[in-house]
């Protein structure tokens, strides 16, 4: 794959800048000085991690018990903040301060282990991006529908079923995101980040508060050790949801795909990887406690009966404007991480492009525009058209393929061992210089194994719902 420009950085190859040292404005090597802190990097990785994964947490946590669901989500929390420091002592090859700086996630990978690796860590990088894009675009569809069906079966007090398509509102979340996608750079997102951040604590904890109502309500906390009964689903359904449960924990904490570009916007000195173990311990702490209150309160309040979607859970009378507004919260936290994730993605093709025609003025010419309460805005016609036909692109699929989230948990699935685990230890061992078969090497070794084997389990639990859903396949016909 080629080399992807960093997000922070304007997409403008007409403007050569000469490194300064010492400058104000400029850093060591000659781009415009980052200002990421801790807690910039925080928001953007929380905004990246709570996603609406966070709703189906009960659900997982129905399929493997109060033992081994709470459990899970520990273990994935460790191995999301272990290798995650891993991959953050990579992102400068050699010298931790001042050697050569890894702009993205690919770069990492080409300075420390070169060849054939680059090209499959590129194509499932991407892969993920373009996946996860699909996904948030269908999950936002789903709770603007939640709010419309809820206003409707409050205002005919229940008489009617209320049946809305959900394309109309795929369309509308596609739009907004066609106008958020022409913003420049990954640094300028900080505000949009912090947003969405705010967002997912909004309908976390709501999600969080009607469980704990629940609960309080009934007087009981339901449950099993083990899980959903044999009974209730027959044996071969108990395997394969236990995986996909896997499945769902694994991608509800992946990052790792963006943890570099993420970290290409923190400010040097301290070292970004200082910096980046802070702000990594700080957001997978955080999330790991939401997500374990949630999935717990949620399997606490419905049992084996736990929705795929906990604020469905409540019906629309619990009450129905509170859980209105946890959905539209949750709308809003989409288009944030929506473009949070496909930054990246954007930045790849533009540099791609900009590599293989230099001379052409549709993909190099910036043409500044003064936009009121803005400011001067460089429009870039390449990356006007290319990122609207990405969003349209998304927005298409998403409506053929009603059910693409099981895809996406595939995609999640096969994404966490390659991204998350594997990548991070060997870039990591090169980086170090770890000798073959030492203790370390062979702890490693056996973390990224055990991840291998999670991943297949997790990737079979996906396939199972895949085939699933292409039973009740209904192209452009989502409605709930």
């Not at 931790?96 to 420390?112: E, F, I, L, M, Q």
């Not at 539209?328 to 288009?335: D, F, G, N």
């Amino acid at each position: 794959m080629g080399t992807v420009l960093p997000q922070h950085q304007a997409f403008d190859v007409s403007v050569d800048v000469q490194p300064q040292s010492g400058s104000k404005c400029f850093d060591d090597d000659g781009r415009l000085k980052r200002t990421g802190t801790v807690w910039t990097a925080s928001a953007h990785i929380i905004t990246a991690v709570i996603g609406s994964g966070v709703l189906s947490l009960a659900w997982a946590t129905a399929q493997l018990g109060w033992v081994a669901g709470p459990a899970v989500m520990l273990l994935f929390s460790f191995v999301t903040y272990y290798t995650s420091t891993l991959l953050s002592a990579c992102y400068r090859t050699g010298d931790p301060v001042t050697g050569k700086r890894n702009y993205t996630y690919t770069d990492a990978v080409r300075s420390n282990l070169g060849g054939f690796k680059v090209k499959i860590c590129g194509f499932v990088q991407y892969l993920n991006l373009f996946g996860v894009a699909i996904g948030y675009t269908i999950a936002s569809s789903i709770s603007m529908v939640a709010i419309k069906r809820s206003n409707c079966f409050h205002s005919s007090d229940g008489k009617d079923e209320c049946h809305v398509n959900s394309n109309p509102y795929m369309i509308a979340f596609g739009i907004a995101e066609i106008i958020f996608s022409q913003i420049e750079n990954f640094d300028q997102l900080w505000w949009l980040s912090i947003v969405a951040a705010v967002m997912s604590f909004t309908y976390s904890s709501i999600g969080l508060g009607l469980g704990i109502g629940k609960v309080a309500e009934t007087g009981t906390i339901r449950g099993s050790m083990t899980g959903i009964d044999i009974g209730t689903v027959t044996e071969t359904q108990k395997i394969w949801r236990s995986f996909q449960a896997l499945g769902d924990i694994a991608f509800a904490y992946s990052y790792s795909l963006i943890l570099i570009e993420i970290q290409d916007t923190v400010k040097s000195p301290p070292s970004e990887a200082k910096t980046m173990r802070k702000a990594t311990l700080v957001s997978v702490a955080t999330t790991t406690l939401f997500y374990m209150l949630c999935g717990c309160m949620g399997y606490a309040a419905f049992g084996d009966a736990s929705p795929g979607n906990l604020l469905t859970g409540f019906g629309f009378y619990n009450p129905y404007w509170l859980i209105d507004i946890a959905n539209a919260a949750i709308v809003i936290h989409l288009v944030g991480a929506y473009q949070v994730f496909v930054q990246p993605l954007f930045a790849f093709v533009e540099k791609s492009a900009a590599e293989k025609y230099p001379d052409s003025q549709f993909i190099t010419k910036n043409i500044k525009i003064q936009i009121p309460c803005v400011g001067l805005y460089n429009l870039n016609m390449f990356r006007l058209v290319w990122r609207t036909l990405f969003v349209i692109t998304t927005t298409v699929i998403s409506m053929i393929l009603p059910f693409f989230n099981d895809v996406v948990g595939l995609l999640g699935a096969l994404g966490f061992w390659p991204l998350t685990v594997y990548f991070p230890v060997e870039m990591y061992i090169v980086q170090k210089r770890i000798p073959k078969w030492s203790t370390k090497w062979l702890c490693l070794q056996t973390l990224s194994g055990a991840c291998l084997i999670i991943t297949i389990a997790a990737a079979a639990g996906s396939i199972a719902g895949v085939v699933s859903d292409l039973k009740t396949y209904k192209p452009f016909q989502s409605s709930y």
